[in-house]
Structures are given as structure tokens and as C-alpha cells.
């Protein structure tokens, strides 16, 4: 029996995966409602109900993410954002489509020409180093330009962090290494290109309705509302879960919830894995779906939107992105602003009714367009900054594992692949 401890998306496609292949196992899931971070909710807008997701917006649907959604049958509920909707950089206070091509990346009014030729630099230059931060690797090999306007805000969305605090081996080099390896980044981002054609998708009812499909699939094997407080070993092998009333006997524990809850179980397990754990820093975020006035169709400065934009690191606004949820799923008027992290955490100090006003100003100076902010939702994202390094001599007790957002990619497909391949290997063991 495996004991997985967290019920968001990782630790229900771990189940799913183990199900699969005939491993009996048991997930515990701290909150009443499952899917961690991936969470929707239906909220009263200004002329209606509007569905807002308070963590991923939209995941790509690669075929293994397919498989999963026919299995739990979401195959009707898809919805399929339409294909080469840009999207945009805030620069200088104007939105400009973000370069996706050669051609576009020669003509795009982001980048100086002077900038363009600068970029050409990284076809010569070694690849990034390891203990290089992605900052200095960028500039190093694309210069100031291209790394501030257009590879940090990117970065930045994905991981909520300033890349001068991010190491280029956490993060960089993997993603080199996706895409084929070799020193170039301009070449490698060409071969990446391929990753635009998988369909952008969400669901009708939001993202939250993938993990609500998994826990019906499997639902004599989650519990729900139990927090697991301990992790205790039996002798001879084995640990017992404990989880308010109940104590569980499994072979092994998979521990998917996030680094600061993680490091107490470990801990009373092996002190010094806990503590390497606890070290991981996260970077908090404000999440506020926002419902435009101009509810009677997009907008010119909507529209240039396209499917949301980021901010530069040079452009000074507490608000680091916006998702257009009109543009991607149809949902007439409504955003979803991204505020704080990457350097700008301090927003996250003012209390909501402030947090609010900030997205509205933002919003209505980025785009010319009023919006109603609905709500504000607090939480935050792994930081894969140079606290990362906490994890180079992490050393877990035999028969515990991790499948985390923080120790391999954390996008939805990555997810999905690392808890396909932890599910292999207990299965194979
Ligand atoms: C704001 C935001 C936007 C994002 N946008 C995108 C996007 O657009 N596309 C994309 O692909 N990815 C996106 N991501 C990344 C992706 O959503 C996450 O990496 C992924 O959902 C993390 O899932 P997880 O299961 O690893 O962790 P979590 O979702 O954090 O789940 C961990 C679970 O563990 C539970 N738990 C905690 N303590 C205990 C305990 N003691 N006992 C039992 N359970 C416990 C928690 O309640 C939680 O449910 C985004 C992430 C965030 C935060």
C-alpha cells in the first residue's frame, strides 16, 4: 500500500497513475475541496456569475494530459482557446505582441536593432552555467534588452521569481536541456516552438474540474478534510500515516504538498532532510479576476491583449500579468491579474481592499479599460531561487518520496509526467 500525502493536482494524477497499474494506494488531502492550487469558483460579477480560477488559468493538452482527461471523462467539458492568439509584453506603456518566430522576432518593436544584433552574440557564447544566475546567463548571451524585456518576464511568469535570484542549472539548463541541449538559446527556443502547436485548454467549470473528475475516479481511495500530521515508522518496514483519528499502515509515502508543509513530517523522520526542505523560499502572489465594462465585445486595448501580456522588469506596476480569459475561453469580459512576486512582494503587505484598487488602477492605465476586481486570492509559487541549493544534498529516509512541484517542472503537463514516472517506478519496485 503507498500512502500519498497531498491531494492537489500531483498527488491525484500520482493515484490515478498507481491505480492504473494495480498499486493499491491511499491519498490524504488536507482541504475539503481537492486540487491544492488548482482551484475555481464561481463568483458574482458585475452583471452575472463569472467562473474565476484562483491558480493555473490553462494547461497545455499534450497527449498524456488527453488520455487522463478522457479516462475521468472531461473530454466534453474541454474548451479549446483558439490557436496564434498572441500574446504581449507591457513595454513603455505599450502592449506589443511577444515574438514567437524568426520573422517576427527580426520586426518586433520590443528589441532595438541595435538589441537584434546583440542577440546574435548567443550562437557563439558558451551555454549557460550552472551556478550562473538566469539573469546573467540571459544577458550574457542575448543582452540586456532581450533578457529584461522579453525571456525575464516570461520566466517570471512561470516562476514568480526574479531571475537575478535564480540559478541557471534549477531552471534553465533543463529547459536547454528540453529542447534538444546545446549552447544556443535562440536555437533551442526555435525547437521549442514546436510545444505552440498543443492546444491551450481549460474546462467549463474552470481547471479546478480536472482534480474533482480524478477524486470521483478514485474516490474509495482519497480522503478529503485529513490532514496528515505525523509520519511514523513501523517496524520492520513500513510507516504508519497519521491523519486526526485515523492511523493508516503503508509500504512507502509519496509526500506531493508543498516544501513548508512537507518539512515537518519529515523532519520527525530525518532532521536534516526536513531542514533542507524548509529552506525552499516561495514567492507570494496575488491572484485577482477582474470583469471588464466593456462587456459588449473586446475593446481596442483588450483586444491588443491578446491572450494576456506580462510586464518587463523595466515597467514599475505591482500587476506582473494578466490572463484574458475573453480572448482564450470566451468568458465574456473577464481577467485574471497576477500582482506581486519577482522582486514586488511587497504588495502582498497591504491588505486586500488596497490590493484591489491597485489591480483596478493598473488595469485601467495598462489597458484603458475599467474593470471590477472581483476578489483577491493570496497565495504563492515555488521561488526556484538559490535556496534551491538546500536540495543538493537531500537525502530522503528509504520508502519515502517526493513527486513535487519544486523538484521537477511545475506546469500541469510536467505534473502529469512526473507522476507518471513515480508510478513506474513503485510499480517496477
Ligand atoms: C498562481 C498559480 C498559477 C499557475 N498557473 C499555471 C498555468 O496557467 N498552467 C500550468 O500548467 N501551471 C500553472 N501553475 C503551476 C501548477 O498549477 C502547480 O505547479 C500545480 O498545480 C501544483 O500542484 P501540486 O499538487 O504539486 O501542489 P499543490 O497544488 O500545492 O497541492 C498540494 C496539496 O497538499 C495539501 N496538503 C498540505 N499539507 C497537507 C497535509 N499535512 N496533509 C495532507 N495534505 C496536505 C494541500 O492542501 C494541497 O491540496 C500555476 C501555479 C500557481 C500557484
Not at 480560477?53 to 498524456?64: K, V
Not at 548571451?141 to 517570471?156: F, H, M, N, V
Request: proline share 7%; hydrophobic share 45%.
Amino acid at each position: 500500500m503507498i500512502g500519498i500525502v497531498g491531494g492537489g493536482i500531483s498527488g491525484l494524477f500520482l493515484l490515478h497513475f498507481l491505480r492504473e497499474r494495480g498499486v493499491d494506494a491511499v491519498l490524504f488531502e488536507a482541504a475539503e475541496v481537492p486540487g491544492g492550487v488548482m482551484k475555481s469558483l464561481t463568483v458574482q460579477g458585475p452583471s452575472g456569475s463569472v467562473t474565476a480560477d484562483l491558480g493555473p488559468q490553462r494547461m497545455r493538452l499534450t497527449a498524456g494530459l488527453g488520455q487522463v482527461v478522457d479516462r475521468v471523462g472531461l473530454r466534453s467539458l474541454v474548451l479549446r482557446a483558439p490557436t496564434g492568439i498572441p500574446f504581449t509584453v507591457l513595454h513603455a506603456g505599450r502592449l506589443i505582441r511577444a515574438p514567437v518566430s524568426v520573422r517576427e522576432a527580426l520586426s518586433t518593436p520590443l528589441i532595438s536593432t541595435a538589441g537584434k544584433i546583440r542577440a546574435l552574440r548567443d550562437l557563439f557564447t558558451a551555454a549557460p552555467r550552472p551556478d550562473e544566475s538566469v539573469a546573467e546567463a540571459l544577458t550574457r548571451k542575448l543582452g540586456r534588452e532581450i533578457s529584461t524585456r522579453l525571456a525575464a518576464p516570461l520566466l517570471g511568469g512561470l516562476y514568480a521569481s526574479d531571475p537575478a535570484r535564480m540559478e541557471a542549472r534549477d531552471t534553465l539548463i533543463p529547459a536547454l536541456e528540453r529542447a534538444g541541449g546545446g549552447r544556443s538559446l535562440l536555437l533551442a527556443l526555435r525547437r521549442a516552438a514546436k510545444w505552440e502547436r498543443i492546444p491551450v485548454v481549460s474546462f467549463t467549470g474552470g481547471m479546478g474540474a480536472l482534480p474533482h473528475a480524478l477524486v470521483e475516479r478514485h474516490r474509495e481511495h482519497v480522503h478529503l478534510g485529513a490532514p496528515v500530521t505525523g509520519i511514523e515508522r513501523r517496524p520492520p518496514g513500513g510507516f504508519d500515516l497519521v491523519a486526526g483519528n485515523q492511523r493508516v499502515a503503508v509500504d512507502e509515502v509519496v509526500l506531493t504538498l508543498p516544501a513548508p508543509e512537507a518539512a515537518p513530517l519529515v523532519r520527525s523522520i530525518s532532521p536534516d532532510a526536513g531542514d533542507r526542505l524548509a529552506a525552499l523560499r516561495y514567492n507570494p502572489l496575488a491572484v485577482v479576476p477582474l470583469v471588464a465594462a466593456d462587456d459588449t465585445g473586446l475593446g481596442a486595448g483588450l483586444r491588443r491583449m491578446g491572450s494576456g501580456f506580462k510586464v518587463t522588469l523595466e515597467d514599475d506596476f505591482a500587476t506582473r500579468g494578466v490572463t484574458a480569459h475573453e480572448a482564450l475561453f470566451d468568458r465574456k469580459g473577464l481577467f485574471t491579474a497576477f500582482l506581486g512576486g519577482m522582486g514586488r512582494e511587497e504588495v502582498l503587505d497591504r491588505p486586500d481592499r488596497e490590493i484591489l484598487e491597485i489591480a483596478r488602477t493598473d488595469f485601467r492605465r495598462i489597458t484603458g479599460t475599467d474593470a471590477t476586481p472581483l476578489l483577491v486570492h493570496r497565495t504563492r509559487m515555488p521561488a526556484w531561487d538559490r535556496s534551491w541549493r538546500a536540495l543538493d544534498g537531500l537525502e530522503l529516509p528509504k520508502g519515502i518520496r517526493l513527486c513535487a512541484a519544486y523538484t521537477d517542472r511545475p506546469g500541469i503537463p510536467g505534473r502529469l509526467e512526473s507522476a507518471r514516472r513515480t508510478a513506474e517506478k513503485i510499480a517496477s519496485a
